[in-house]
T-cell receptor
Framework: KNQVEQSPQSLIILEGKNCTLQ??????????LRWYKQDTGRGPVSLTI?????NTKSNGRYTATLDADTKQSSLHITASQLSDSASYIC??????????FGRGTQLTVWP | NAGVTQTPKFQVLKTGQSMTLQCAQD?????MSWYRQDPGMGLRLIHY???????DQGEVPNGYNVSRSTTEDFPLRLLSAAPSQTSVYFC?????????????FGPGTRLTVL
């Protein structure tokens, strides 16, 4: 069964600290993996997209990694800011065109 | 570009009423889709379209209809609203829908069915 599992479900960190969010998937055949940021009351916004041949991609303070062999991805946030408080969603695309969404990790950054 | 726009932002319906959620994009994207987001669950695909005149069902299509008469617009119709359709609805678009195209989401419509 094609699934995307994210951990932790929620996370609280202090401003300025780093954190890493995890995503494990069983989607096959694999095409791409995306990370989205969703602020409360807003639509998701794309952070990174990685294909099979890419194992890391950065977008400012956000760095995503992909291990296609173990079917794992992580999103590392450096020097967190209050504006990083949001839900982070891992999405895996199959070569058949279907997208599979994780339930998200709710990140709260405290001052 | 306005990107993906959705109206209304909020809506309250009574059971059995019908309504249409509007979605428009000005990026000339071929692929458009509708999702619903419920607490504790990932986004679930309702219907999608790969171009004008072409629509198909997603994961949870029951109770919803769509049409795609133009590239820009992709309205979602609730035929007879039920409390189970209380949710936040997101419209999204991308260039082609295949491969690693960036998907752009609208701001969402929060629907409550009493």
């Amino acid at each position: 069964k094609n699934q995307v599992e994210q951990s932790p479900q929620s996370l609280i960190i202090l401003e300025g600290k780093n954190c890493t969010l995890q995503c494990n998937y069983t989607v096959s055949p694999f095409s791409n993996l995306r990370w989205y940021k969703q602020d409360t009351g807003r639509g998701p916004v794309s952070l990174t997209i990685m294909t099979f041949s890419e194992n890391t991609k950065s977008n400012g303070r956000y760095t995503a990694t992909l291990d296609a062999d173990t079917k794992q991805s992580s999103l590392h946030i450096t020097a967190s800011q209050l504006s990083d408080s949001a839900s982070y969603i891992c999405v895996v695309g199959s070569t058949l065109g279907r997208l599979y969404f994780g339930r998200g990790t709710q990140l709260t950054v405290w001052p | 570009n306005a990107g993906v726009t959705q109206t209304p932002k909020f809506q309250v319906l009574k059971t059995g009423q019908s309504m249409t959620l509007q979605c428009a994009q000005d990026m000339n994207h071929e692929y458009m889709s509708w999702y619903r987001q419920d607490p504790g669950m990932g986004l679930r695909l309702i219907h999608y379209s790969v171009g004008a005149g072409i629509t198909d069902q997603g994961e949870v299509p029951n109770g919803y209809n769509v049409s795609r008469s133009t590239t820009e617009d992709f309205p979602l119709r609730l035929l007879s609203a039920a409390p189970s359709q209380t949710s936040v609805y997101f419209c999204a678009s991308s260039l082609a829908g295949q491969g690693a195209d960036t998907q752009y989401f609208g701001p969402g419509t929060r629907l409550t069915v009493l």
